[in-house]
């Protein structure tokens, strides 16, 4: 079903999909950017039109939904272990533009299917999520997903575009539990859209280009020496400054720590907590005795480069595509100005020179 | 022909006594420091026609043009008018008549640091509360000098004014958003106080220590750190360079509003008024309240003052100055 609708009429949809479900869309938070006076966008849960951030990307991925940034897994009281229950019993909606969605999907693969068994505290939230597209076109200044093939999905619900007869919202539904709940405004003439409007045909489209473009090298072809080029590498050793953004915001990344915490005036009451891990911050590949396997930055740019372009491939297949989806949120946010595409680059770039030459 | 110059007036209207003699020099008054282009022909053309064709750029961040002939005055002060009404009328300093000069130069230029307009570090937007300030304590012929800010480390030396005004935020933790990854603490303790410790996996503040700098916000990578709704002031006072006694400031008001902050240095005024050692040519603030002492000050600056909640007030002030010798104040 499509239709174009007013803001009346969406947030009247939006009022009634409430009652049946939390929703999550990107919302401009003002001045709670590290910088003063600016914002940032995050995904929260959302009532009304007016609260949705529309027009750019969100400066952190919706991925915390799923994979929340610290979390409480189980509760201890002496020997007897709690399991917390989910903070709703709601199912949910989540609008994201095409890259998140397939990004989202990516690390369902980590952590459904990497390993015997399927994550348990994924799971059951993951099993209440469903995906709502928000129409992307031209994308942002530092978005690659055409070249990750990332940039188109089909696996939502409902989708909305803002661009196709503004002012009005075209929506396209797919699902029709969300279509039943549609129909099932209740409206005046006065709040909708005329129908010659409203009925207009449109087609929900995806970025075809972007302003940057990566070569990826094919993980079949690629060269061991690459791995200790310390010379490609060593640039990053002092440029990346270890701050952890490029992982904190990109909607791939989904390592995690366990920290079991002990209530003060009780050490045997407390909980074990499940926290974000990255790469490139300090102590993440800290063992036991304080031995570190990649302690400098230049073997943790190349770890992430290899987990993003490289492994993830090579594990779950070709159809599963690259665990990097392109959003370029590591670009958009990195302090000291590294930008990953241009590592991609770089790397396809070199390897390629490699391979001309004949050299393993 | 021999000049008949009325020392008093000349200086009140923001021209000075050189070392050379029937030659003057006029300071411009920018306030925050921040200035237009479209005001530099102007400063220019009086350089070039009247001066020397060179400018100096002051320490108050404002401009002085030397080499003037005393005759040029009033030609230049119309010239000037434009300057006067573009950066002081337009903001609300009141100004009689414009095309005079400017009524009054004890009260100094407020400077600023460039602030939140470009630098990552600032609280806030520096240039704007100067502008906001300005008409508040200018026109006037006590000399104040008033610095702002945009963070403790303080680029404008907010430490050598009688007023310095510091930005803080109120780093607000986000408890389910920290990583626990220590780039707060260790930021807090290699670059500022030390109020961050980690215990239990999470970031526990001493808000004690806190001198509100935001760098912990600045080095979160998952913003489990914001600031704070509200923009909050340090003010310190009393700082001073000079011959006789150079010092730096000292906090008299820690987490204080842009509302208190202001209402305090209006509040001066009056004080000075009242005690100010009339038989000198100029008393600076830091020697009246030597002399008066700090519980006067305190009481007459906070008065009829509706103070924020999360302020806090010296209780007394120690500065850290020096002396040439140790007697040196010592009277007979
Ligand atoms: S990567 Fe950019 S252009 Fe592609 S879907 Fe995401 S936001 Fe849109
Ligand atoms: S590596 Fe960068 S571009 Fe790729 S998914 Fe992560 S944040 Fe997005
Ligand atoms: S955001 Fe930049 S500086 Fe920070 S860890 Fe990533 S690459 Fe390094
Ligand atoms: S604001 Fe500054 S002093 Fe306060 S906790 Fe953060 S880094 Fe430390
Ligand atoms: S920088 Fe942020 S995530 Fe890291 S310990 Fe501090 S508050 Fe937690």
């Not at chain 1, 978005?143 to 939502?156: L, R």
Request: proline share 4%; net charge positive.
């Amino acid at each position: 079903m499509k239709r174009n609708i007013t803001k009346n009429e969406f947030n009247l949809f939006f009022n009634l999909l409430n009652i049946h479900y939390d929703i999550f869309a990107p919302v401009r938070k003002k001045g709670q950017g590290a910088f003063s006076d600016t914002d940032i966008i995050y995904y929260e849960k959302v009532v009304t039109f007016d609260e949705i951030e529309w027009a750019e990307k969100s400066t952190y991925s919706p991925k915390d939904i799923v994979f929340p940034v610290s979390q409480t897994i189980i509760n201890f009281i002496e020997d007897r272990l709690f399991i917390p229950n989910m903070k709703s019993s709601k199912p949910i909606y989540i609008l994201m533009r095409p890259c998140d969605i397939n990004g989202i999907k990516r690390i369902d693969e980590i952590f459904l299917n990497n390993g015997p068994s399927e994550d348990f505290y994924y799971k059951r939230i993951r099993e209440k999520i469903s995906f709502a597209l928000i129409e992307c076109i031209d994308g942002f200044e530092n978005c690659f997903c055409v070249s990750m093939n990332a940039n188109k999905n089909s696996d939502w619900d409902f989708a909305i575009s803002l661009d196709k007869y503004r002012p009005f919202i075209s929506i396209e539904i797919k699902n029709a539990k969300i279509e039943n709940i549609f129909h099932s405004m209740v409206t005046d003439a006065s709040n909708i859209a005329a129908p010659e409007v409203a009925n207009k045909n449109f087609e929900i489209c995806f970025p075809e280009k972007n302003l940057k473009k990566v070569m990826l090298p094919n993980i079949n072809e690629m060269p061991a020496s690459i791995y200790s080029d310390s010379e490609f590498w060593d640039e990053y050793k002092n440029r990346c400054i270890a701050c952890g953004r490029c992982n904190t915001t990109c909607v791939t990344c989904s390592c995690f720590s366990t920290n079991d915490i002990r209530y003060d005036d009780s050490q045997n009451v407390g909980e074990r907590q499940r926290v974000w891990a990255s790469c490139h911050i300090s102590k993440f590949s800290m063992m036991a005795g304080g031995h570190e396997m990649r302690k400098d930055n230049a073997s943790r740019m190349r770890f992430k480069t290899f987990h993003k372009i490289y492994d993830y491939k090579k594990r779950f297949g070709e159809e599963k595509g690259h665990m990097c989806v392109g959003c370029g949120r590591c670009d958009d946010n990195c302090p000291e100005y590294i930008s990953f595409s241009m590592i991609i680059n770089k790397l396809s770039a070199r390897i390629s020179a490699d391979i001309n030459e004949g050299k393993k | 022909m021999s000049l008949d110059i009325n020392r008093k007036i000349i200086q009140k209207n923001a021209y000075r006594i050189t070392k050379k003699r029937n030659k003057t020099a006029i300071r411009i008054r920018v306030p925050g420091g921040h200035l237009e282009t479209k005001y530099f022909p102007i400063i220019a053309q009086i350089a070039d026609q009247f001066g020397n064709g060179s400018v100096h750029i002051t320490t108050r961040q404002g401009f002085e043009i030397p080499d003037i002939d005393y005759k040029y005055i009033p030609e230049i002060n119309k010239l000037l008018s434009t300057l006067i009404v573009g950066l002081e009328c337009s903001i609300g300093v009141s100004i009689n008549n414009p095309e005079e000069g400017y009524p009054a130069a004890g009260t100094r230029n407020i400077s600023a640091c460039i602030g939140n307009r470009v630098c990552p570090f600032a609280n806030f937007d520096t240039t704007s509360l100067a502008l906001r300030m300005e008409k508040e304590v200018y026109p006037n012929n006590f000399h104040i000098k008033i610095a702002i800010t945009g963070c403790p480390n303080d680029c404008i030396k907010a430490h050598l004014q009688d007023f310095g005004i510091i930005g803080m935020t109120e780093p607000q933790y986000i408890y389910d958003k920290c990583i626990g990854c220590e780039a707060c603490i260790n930021a807090c303790k290699k670059f500022v106080t030390g109020a961050l410790t980690l215990h239990n996996h999470k970031v526990k503040k001493d808000h004690r220590r806190c001198i509100g700098c935001g760098e912990c916000i600045l080095k979160c990578p998952t913003s489990a750190w914001i600031r704070s709704n509200k923009t909050f002031f340090r003010l310190i006072i009393l700082g001073r360079t000079g011959k006789k006694n150079p010092r730096l400031a000292a906090t008299f008001l820690n987490w204080a509003t842009e509302e208190v902050v202001i209402q305090v240095i209006k509040n001066i005024y009056a004080l000075i008024d009242k005690e100010i050692d009339k038989s000198l040519p100029k008393e600076h603030l830091g020697y009246i309240i030597d002399r008066v002492g700090f519980n006067l000050f305190k009481n007459s600056v906070l008065q009829n003052i509706c103070l924020n909640e999360e302020i806090k007030i010296a209780q007394n002030l120690f500065f850290i100055g020096y002396q040439y010798e140790k007697d040196i104040f010592m009277e007979v």
